[in-house]
């Protein structure tokens, strides 16, 4: 490869993927230059290749979830090259400069940013051989984690952020809507944490059987979904159920899958709102939490997770293709069968 250019993967409008070369990114003081290792192909992702993202703009180079190895560090920054990072792709006001900072970045609460952005949708993202980053977006590894357990440190975090957020206390029993990539790993890291049983319901068959194979009970989604989840846990409903569907059929069914004086946390992403049976919620003096992203700390303990595999990741099935397939990467993550995460690795050429 030139020294001077790169291939990366733009987007150019709804269902194109174009692989272009391109500079070479020439990170300044305060930032790194990654050689990418691996991206992960997230339902954001997919939303952006349909073009149904709110702010993503044909050419930019997307990927949010990625890993790799420092290439370059300018004065500044304590990583050296060679480092092995993670990294935390979330754009806040303290990183842009932005004077005065939004209320949630003042008090602290960044991953809230007014103005969020994210690598990958506002700024160049993991989709390339190289990619800059600024260089407290890069969390290294401090043991031998293989690439494609490196790169689940983002959607981890995500998971770890929402069972933080959820409560949880030892001996709870959890039910999670979604058995895809985020509602299984909170339903592992749940169990980490201590959840006495973990119930998940799930349309795909082929995530159900992968569900079951990891020590879960799990359902089929549907209707009778809230009245099964009673019945495992002695007619009471489950002390914390998690909306990682983000499906709007799924939205009616958690509280009436949640006990009384129980918590709804809603993890997964709605692309339009949805009916929620808010007398329920009422009725049942129930809490309904709200999760966005992770914090700082979520992601460094999604890190350390990840260096001693304490969830057991690694014997996951994941997919990597070459930069060159893409799309085929892409149609495969929209079918969610296979794999429970589809990868990239963008400085493997497929031959």
């Keep these: 490869m030139n020294t001077q250019t790169m291939r990366a993967i733009r987007w150019t409008g709804p269902g194109e993927l174009a ?25 954001s992702d997919l939303a952006i290749w349909h073009g149904e993202h709110a702010r993503a703009r044909p050419g930019v180079v997307i990927g949010h979830e990625f890993a790799g190895v420092v290439a370059d560090a300018p004065g500044g920054t304590a990583l050296a090259v060679g480092t092995r990072v ?23 609460n960044s991953h809230v940013c007014a103005r969020l952005g994210l690598y990958g949708v506002d700024e160049p993202g993991g989709l390339a051989q190289y990619v800059q980053v600024r260089a407290e977006a890069a969390h290294p590894f401090h043991s031998d984690v293989p690439d494609d357990l490196a790169v689940l440190a983002e959607p981890l975090a995500v998971a770890v952020h929402a069972v933080a957020r959820s409560g949880l206390r030892p001996g709870d029993t959890v039910a999670v809507f979604g058995a895809g990539p985020i509602g299984l790993l909170t339903a592992l890291v749940a169990r980490h944490r201590g959840a006495h049983r973990v119930i998940l319901v799930e349309p795909n068959e082929w995530r159900r059987r992968t569900a079951e194979g990891r020590g879960f009970t799990v359902l089929p989604a549907g209707p009778e979904a809230p009245r099964q989840v009673k019945e495992l846990t002695g007619g009471d409903g489950a002390d914390i159920v998690f909306d990682s569907a983000g499906h709007s059929a799924v939205a009616l069914q958690v509280t009436d899958a949640a006990r009384i004086q129980g918590t709804v946390v809603v993890a997964g992403v709605h692309k339009q709102p949805p009916a929620v049976d808010l007398r329920g919620i009422n009725f049942a003096e129930q809490r309904l939490i709200g999760t966005r992203v992770y914090a700082r700390e979520d992601f460094l303990t999604a890190v350390a997770l990840l260096e001693k ?15 060159d397939r893409s799309e085929a990467a892409f149609q495969a993550a929209e079918q969610g069968e296979g794999s429970v995460k589809i990868l990239i690795e963008p400085n493997h050429d497929g031959s």
Aim: proline share 16%.
């Design 86 to 108: 993670a990294i935390r792709p979330l754009i806040a006001c303290h990183d842009r400069g932005t004077t005065p900072p939004c209320r949630p970045c003042a008090s602290g």
């Design 19 to 43: 692989l272009d070369t391109v500079p070479v990114p020439s990170p300044g003081p305060g930032w790194v230059l990654v050689k990418v290792t691996r991206v992960g192909i997230c339902g």
């Design 309 to 323: 595999d304490e969830l057991g990741l690694s014997a996951l099935p994941t997919t990597t293709f070459p930069l």
